[in-house]
C-alpha cells in the first residue's frame, strides 16, 4: 500500500474498496452498494448515496461537517478536509480508507 491522501479523521475504522468520485450536480445512479465515496463535501441531498457508501472521503469539511456526522451515524470510516481527493483519487480506484488515522492508500 502506498499513502497518496492525508486529510481530518472524522470516523473511525479502516476498509478497501473501490473509489466512486461523484462531482457536485453529478448523477449519483451509478453510485454501488460499498463503493468508496470521494466527492468535494457531501449534503442532505446526498444521504441515498452515504447509507450505501463504505467509506466516505472529502476535500473539505471539519469534524462536525455533514460528512462526518453522518458517517458516525452510519458506524462508516470518514476523512474530510483532504484538500484535493475529488483530484487525487481516481475513478474506480482500489482505495484504503483509514478513518482513525486520516489517511488513504492506494492499493498496488
Same mark, same amino acid.
Given at each position: 500500500?502506498? /499513502?497518496?491522501?492525508? =486529510? /481530518?479523521?472524522? *470516523?473511525?475504522?479502516?476498509? !478497501?474498496?473501490?473509489?466512486?468520485?461523484?462531482?457536485?450536480? @453529478?448523477? #449519483? *445512479?451509478?453510485?454501488? %452498494? +460499498?463503493?468508496? /465515496?470521494? #466527492? !468535494?463535501?457531501? +449534503?442532505?441531498?446526498?444521504?441515498?448515496?452515504?447509507? %450505501? @457508501?463504505?467509506?466516505?472521503?472529502?476535500?473539505?469539511? =471539519?469534524?462536525? *461537517?455533514?460528512? @462526518?456526522?453522518?458517517?458516525? $451515524? /452510519? =458506524?462508516?470510516?470518514?476523512?474530510?478536509?483532504?484538500?484535493?481527493?475529488? !483530484? $487525487?483519487?481516481?475513478? =474506480?480506484? $482500489?482505495? #484504503?480508507? +483509514?478513518?482513525? %488515522?486520516? $489517511?488513504?492508500?492506494?492499493?498496488?
Amino acid at each position: 500500500m502506498k /499513502l497518496i491522501l492525508k =486529510g /481530518l479523521a472524522a *470516523s473511525p475504522g479502516t476498509v !478497501t474498496g473501490r473509489a466512486k468520485v461523484i462531482l457536485p450536480g @453529478a448523477s #449519483t *445512479s451509478v453510485f454501488n %452498494k +460499498d463503493d468508496i /465515496l470521494i #466527492t !468535494t463535501i457531501t +449534503d442532505p441531498t446526498m444521504v441515498q448515496v452515504m447509507i %450505501k @457508501a463504505k467509506a466516505i472521503v472529502t476535500d473539505i469539511g =471539519g469534524i462536525t *461537517s455533514h460528512p @462526518a456526522i453522518l458517517s458516525r $451515524e /452510519l =458506524g462508516i470510516p470518514c476523512i474530510v478536509n483532504t484538500k484535493s481527493a475529488t !483530484t $487525487e483519487i481516481n475513478d =474506480g480506484q $482500489e482505495i #484504503t480508507v +483509514d478513518g482513525t %488515522k486520516g $489517511e488513504v492508500y492506494a492499493m498496488d
